[in-house]
């Protein structure tokens, strides 16, 4: 009996994100904060990089490799990604039982405000470094939530009016659920986790610029050694290694997309001098040249 009502809980999920699926990979939806995302075939091991959000799965399912962590989760389970951290995901899927999810950006402003509001101490540091990314099971509260947020989907005046009510709903569930430590260490403004947090932020803005440890250890009110050790623990890399994996992921977005530009000018892009250096450290990360992405080789 549990096995059918659990069935029938992703069919409902399945079926509210299938219409809005209308193309594979990641579809934006009527808010930007919320994304469905689609997949009709198995993806081997490749790496990637989420945005901080909750990942829901209504069916099929994916594992993430993290350093030497290894997360499996399917349908009914949702993944925390509380740091943008560089890790390597597999999925499985197929054309008659396609991979169907939701991504839902975690807002720190709204986290903030509901920690408050839920009587917890935003500046209680947390004793050690939480996991910058976590799977849950789908319990009945969270679940709810965002069935509620994708039916708000489905009605453009309904979220336009209820859309943001429905997102602080999905965030407060989550704030009650087995991974909510890591969520408030988001917010916990002594905490290292948070001031690592807001280094991640300047950096995606300007990883395409010179950038050093004495930078984005300012960004995190520490000094260069303490945030180098803070930053390590939490995302597995140095800071300088942090930078080339996300130049290199952020290339290969831009040469996969539709822009039309060559290697060298995407090189310049995301903040390499050199196109001979772009093109090898590609090579090594991806273990297939910059110029392979955009033909067959």
Do not use: W
Not at 89 to 100: G, H, N, Q, R, V
Not at 129 to 147: C, F, G, K, N, Y
Not at 227 to 234: I, L, N, P, W
């Amino acid at each position: 009996m549990f096995l059918t009502r659990h069935r029938d809980e992703n069919a409902t999920l399945v079926s509210l994100i299938k219409p809005l699926a209308n193309r594979l990979g990641f579809v934006p939806t009527l808010m930007p904060e919320v994304r469905v995302v689609s997949a009709c075939n198995t993806v081997a091991r490749m790496p990637q990089i989420y945005e901080p959000s909750l990942m829901v799965i209504a069916q099929g399912s994916k594992v993430a490799y993290l350093g030497t962590r290894t997360m499996e989760y399917g349908a009914g389970h949702y993944l925390v990604q509380a740091l943008s951290v560089p890790f390597e995901c597999e999925t499985f899927a197929s054309e008659e039982m396609p991979l169907l999810g939701v991504a839902i950006s975690i807002d720190r402003a709204v986290l903030g405000e509901l920690v408050l509001a839920m009587g917890l101490d935003p500046e209680r540091s947390i004793a050690q470094t939480p996991e910058s990314m976590t799977s849950a099971v789908l319990d009945d509260e969270m679940r709810q939530s965002v069935e509620r947020l994708l039916r708000c989907l489905h009605d453009p005046l309904e979220c336009r009016i209820m859309g943001r009510a429905r997102l602080r709903e999905v965030l407060f569930a989550a704030l009650r659920g087995p991974q909510a430590s890591v969520l408030r260490a988001l917010v916990e403004q002594q905490g290292q986790f948070a001031r690592v947090a807001a280094s991640l932020t300047h950096l995606h803005e300007h990883f395409a610029e010179p950038l050093n440890v004495e930078t984005l250890a300012r960004c995190a009110n520490m000094s260069a050694s303490t945030f180098h050790e803070h930053f390590k623990r939490s995302t597995l890399l140095s800071p300088v290694q942090y930078l080339k994996r996300l130049r290199l992921l952020r290339a290969q977005q831009l040469l996969l997309s539709n822009e039309g530009l060559g290697v060298a000018q995407v090189a310049e892009r995301v903040g390499y001098q050199s196109t001979s250096q772009f093109s090898r450290e590609y090579k090594r990360y991806f273990e297939r040249s910059p110029g392979c992405e955009s033909s067959v080789c």
